[in-house]
C-alpha cells in the first residue's frame, strides 16, 4: 500500500495515483479546477493508447531532448497540473538539460504563481522564472500573454507540457521550437508542436531525463541527425494509430 491507500495489486494503481496528486494540486491551490477537467481528458487518452510509452512517443521524446540539448536558451514551462503531478521529476529534466523553469499559466493568479514556485523550491528548483511577467506573446489576451522577457520571451527552444491549444499556436508563430506532451494527438498542442509528445506528462519526464543524461556528451552531429531524423506527422499518426487499433 502506499500512502494514498491505494493497493500497487490495484491494475489501475497509477491512474488513481494520478488523480490523488491532482486532487492534493487543488487541495494545496497549486492546480486550477479545469485542471481536473484536462486530467480526466488526458487519462482517457492514456486509457486508449494502453498506458504505456508506444515507441513513436520514445522516439518523441529523444528528439524533444535533442532539441533541449542544442538550444541556446531552452525553457521548461510549468503550469498547475505539472506543477502537481511531476514537481521532482520536473526539475531534474531541467538540471539535466541545463534549462531555465518558467511558470506560465492559463489561469494565472499572483497566489497561484506563489504557490507553484515554493512548491517547485521544495523539490530542489532555483532561479524560477514567470514571475515578473515583463514580457507578452503576441495575439493572446492579457493573463495568457504574461511571460518573463529573459525567459519564455527570449527562448529559442520551449517544452510546454499540456498547453491549451491557442497559445500553443502563439508561442510557435513567435519563431519558438515548440515540444508539447500532451496525450491527445488530435489537439491543436499536439498538431502545432515541432516535436509532439503522445505520452503521460509521467512517464514523459523521467524517459527525457534519462535521455538528456545520455545524450549529454553527443556531439552536434547527432544531436542534429536525431532532430532531422524525427518525423512530427509519422508520430501523430502512429498514436492515432495505437489508439485505434490497439
Ligand atoms: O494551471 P493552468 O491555469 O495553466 O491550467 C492548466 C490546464 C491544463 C487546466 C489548461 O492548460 C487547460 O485547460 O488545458 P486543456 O486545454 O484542457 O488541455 C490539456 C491537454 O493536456 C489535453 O489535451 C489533455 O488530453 C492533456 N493531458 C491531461 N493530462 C495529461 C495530458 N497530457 C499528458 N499527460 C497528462 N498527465
Known sequence: ?????????HPRHESLLTRHRIEDGVDLGITSKQGLIAQGRGE??????GEETIPSADAAERAAVAHLLRADRPVISVNGNVAALAPGETVQLAQAIGADIEINLFNRTNERIERIADHLREHG??????LTAD????GLEHERAKVDADGIGAADVVLVPL????R????????KTELVVDLNPLSRSARTASVPIVDNLLRAVPNMTAYAR???AADAETLDSIV???DAEAALSAAEERIRDP
Do not use: H, Q, W
Open 163 to 166: 498547453e491549451d491549444g491557442d
Open 1 to 9: 500500500m502506499t500512502g494514498l491507500e491505494v493497493p500497487e495489486s
Open 214 to 216: 545520455e545524450l549529454a
Open 168 to 175: 500553443a499556436a502563439a508561442l510557435a508563430e513567435m519563431g
Open 228 to 230: 532531422e531524423s524525427f
Open 44 to 49: 482517457a487518452f492514456d486509457y486508449l493508447l
Open 125 to 130: 528548483a532555483e532561479n524560477i522564472k514567470g
Open 135 to 138: 514580457g507578452r506573446i503576441p
